[in-house]
Protein backbone atom coordinates (compact mmCIF):
# COMPACT_ATOMS: atom_id res chain seq x y z
CA UNK A 1 0.00 0.00 0.00
CA UNK A 2 1.42 3.39 -0.89
CA UNK A 3 0.85 6.67 0.54
CA UNK A 4 1.87 9.85 0.02
CA UNK A 5 3.30 12.25 3.46
CA UNK A 6 3.37 16.03 4.29
CA UNK A 7 7.20 15.81 2.85
CA UNK A 8 6.05 14.51 -0.77
CA UNK A 9 7.68 11.24 -0.07
CA UNK A 10 6.53 7.93 -0.36
CA UNK A 11 5.34 5.38 2.34
CA UNK A 12 5.28 1.63 0.76
CA UNK A 13 3.98 -0.85 3.32
CA UNK A 14 3.15 -4.53 2.19
CA UNK A 15 2.64 -7.13 4.29
CA UNK A 16 2.95 -10.63 3.09
CA UNK A 17 -0.31 -11.62 3.18
CA UNK A 18 -1.02 -8.61 1.00
CA UNK A 19 1.91 -9.46 -0.59
CA UNK A 20 1.19 -13.51 -1.30
CA UNK A 21 -2.88 -12.05 -2.01
CA UNK A 22 -1.99 -9.51 -4.76
CA UNK A 23 0.29 -12.00 -6.37
CA UNK A 24 -2.06 -14.72 -6.91
CA UNK A 25 -4.98 -12.17 -7.79
CA UNK A 26 -2.28 -11.20 -10.37
CA UNK A 27 -2.93 -7.64 -9.62
CA UNK A 28 -0.21 -4.59 -8.96
CA UNK A 29 1.75 -5.45 -5.79
CA UNK A 30 1.85 -1.57 -5.25
CA UNK A 31 -1.67 -0.30 -5.96
CA UNK A 32 -3.53 -3.96 -5.68
CA UNK A 33 -5.97 -2.56 -8.31
CA UNK A 34 -4.31 -2.87 -12.09
CA UNK A 35 -3.78 -6.39 -13.88
CA UNK A 36 -0.21 -7.04 -14.59
CA UNK A 37 -0.67 -8.95 -17.75
CA UNK A 38 -2.19 -7.86 -20.73
CA UNK A 39 -2.33 -11.27 -22.77
CA UNK A 40 -1.29 -14.90 -21.52
CA UNK A 41 2.43 -14.01 -21.80
CA UNK A 42 2.63 -10.58 -22.05
CA UNK A 43 2.86 -8.44 -18.98
CA UNK A 44 2.21 -4.83 -18.70
CA UNK A 45 4.65 -2.46 -18.96
CA UNK A 46 3.42 -0.15 -16.48
CA UNK A 47 0.03 -0.84 -14.10
CA UNK A 48 -3.05 0.93 -15.89
CA UNK A 49 -4.09 1.91 -12.32
CA UNK A 50 -1.04 3.95 -10.26
CA UNK A 51 1.37 4.50 -12.91
CA UNK A 52 4.16 2.09 -11.51
CA UNK A 53 6.83 0.54 -13.91
CA UNK A 54 6.45 -2.90 -13.52
CA UNK A 55 9.06 -4.22 -16.50
CA UNK A 56 12.22 -4.58 -15.30
CA UNK A 57 15.91 -4.42 -16.53
CA UNK A 58 16.63 -7.30 -18.26
CA UNK A 59 17.15 -10.51 -16.24
CA UNK A 60 14.76 -9.13 -13.52
CA UNK A 61 12.31 -11.83 -13.70
CA UNK A 62 15.01 -14.67 -13.63
CA UNK A 63 13.99 -15.44 -10.19
CA UNK A 64 10.08 -16.39 -11.39
CA UNK A 65 11.91 -19.01 -13.51
CA UNK A 66 13.27 -20.40 -10.28
CA UNK A 67 9.87 -20.60 -8.51
CA UNK A 68 8.10 -22.15 -11.22
CA UNK A 69 10.82 -24.54 -11.84
CA UNK A 70 11.19 -25.40 -8.10
CA UNK A 71 7.19 -25.92 -7.76
CA UNK A 72 7.18 -28.29 -10.89
CA UNK A 73 9.74 -30.37 -9.70
CA UNK A 74 8.70 -30.22 -6.41
CA UNK A 75 5.35 -31.49 -7.22
CA UNK A 76 6.58 -34.05 -10.09
CA UNK A 77 9.00 -35.27 -7.49
CA UNK A 78 6.71 -35.92 -4.40
CA UNK A 79 4.01 -37.19 -7.12
CA UNK A 80 6.71 -39.79 -8.24
CA UNK A 81 7.35 -41.15 -4.42
CA UNK A 82 4.12 -41.20 -3.56
CA UNK A 83 2.39 -42.84 -6.71
CA UNK A 84 5.84 -45.31 -7.28
CA UNK A 85 7.31 -45.91 -4.20
CA UNK A 86 4.30 -45.66 -2.23
CA UNK A 87 1.68 -46.79 -3.69
CA UNK A 88 3.85 -49.54 -6.12
CA UNK A 89 2.24 -48.37 -9.94
CA UNK A 90 4.95 -49.16 -12.76
CA UNK A 91 7.30 -46.48 -13.80
CA UNK A 92 5.73 -46.20 -17.41
CA UNK A 93 2.76 -45.19 -15.49
CA UNK A 94 3.55 -42.30 -13.19
CA UNK A 95 6.58 -40.99 -15.53
CA UNK A 96 3.72 -40.49 -18.79
CA UNK A 97 1.83 -38.66 -16.50
CA UNK A 98 4.47 -36.51 -14.84
CA UNK A 99 6.28 -35.76 -17.95
CA UNK A 100 2.69 -34.41 -19.48
CA UNK A 101 2.62 -32.47 -16.07
CA UNK A 102 6.08 -30.81 -16.87
CA UNK A 103 5.39 -30.02 -20.10
CA UNK A 104 1.76 -28.20 -19.12
CA UNK A 105 2.15 -26.85 -15.31
CA UNK A 106 5.14 -24.24 -16.07
CA UNK A 107 2.74 -22.90 -18.94
CA UNK A 108 -0.14 -22.32 -16.66
CA UNK A 109 1.65 -20.87 -14.01
CA UNK A 110 4.05 -18.58 -15.57
CA UNK A 111 1.98 -15.87 -14.68
CA UNK A 112 1.58 -17.06 -11.30
CA UNK A 113 5.18 -17.16 -10.95
CA UNK A 114 6.12 -13.62 -12.04
CA UNK A 115 3.27 -12.10 -10.06
CA UNK A 116 4.52 -13.97 -7.02
CA UNK A 117 8.60 -12.89 -7.62
CA UNK A 118 7.39 -9.72 -8.06
CA UNK A 119 5.34 -9.03 -5.06
CA UNK A 120 7.59 -10.86 -2.85
CA UNK A 121 10.64 -8.55 -4.18
CA UNK A 122 8.24 -5.80 -3.11
CA UNK A 123 7.88 -7.48 0.32
CA UNK A 124 11.60 -8.36 0.90
CA UNK A 125 12.85 -5.03 -0.46
CA UNK A 126 10.41 -2.22 0.64
CA UNK A 127 13.14 0.59 -0.10
CA UNK A 128 13.58 -0.95 -3.82
CA UNK A 129 10.19 -0.75 -4.53
CA UNK A 130 10.32 2.86 -2.97
CA UNK A 131 12.41 3.14 -5.50
CA UNK A 132 10.92 1.92 -8.28
CA UNK A 133 7.42 3.82 -7.74
CA UNK A 134 9.17 7.32 -7.25
CA UNK A 135 10.97 6.63 -10.54
CA UNK A 136 7.91 5.79 -12.04
CA UNK A 137 5.93 9.18 -11.16
CA UNK A 138 9.25 11.02 -11.91
CA UNK A 139 8.71 10.05 -15.67
CA UNK A 140 5.05 10.58 -15.40
CA UNK A 141 5.53 13.92 -14.05
CA UNK A 142 8.29 14.95 -17.05
CA UNK A 143 5.74 13.18 -19.72
CA UNK A 144 2.82 15.38 -18.73
CA UNK A 145 5.29 18.47 -18.98
CA UNK A 146 6.16 17.42 -22.50
CA UNK A 147 2.82 17.07 -23.67
CA UNK A 148 1.83 20.42 -22.61
CA UNK A 149 5.53 21.86 -23.89
CA UNK A 150 6.84 22.91 -21.46
Known amino acids: MTSQNRSGSINFELSLGRALSQAVRIRCPYCGE??????????????????????????????????????TAGFSTLTYVLLHIGLGWSNRVVMSGLMAFC?????????????????LDCFFDPLGAQQ??????????????????I
Open 34 to 71: GRLFAGLFRMHCVCSECGTRLEREPGYFLGSTYINYGI
Open 103 to 119: LIFPLIFFRYARSLWLA
Open 132 to 149: VILTSRRSESRDELSNIG
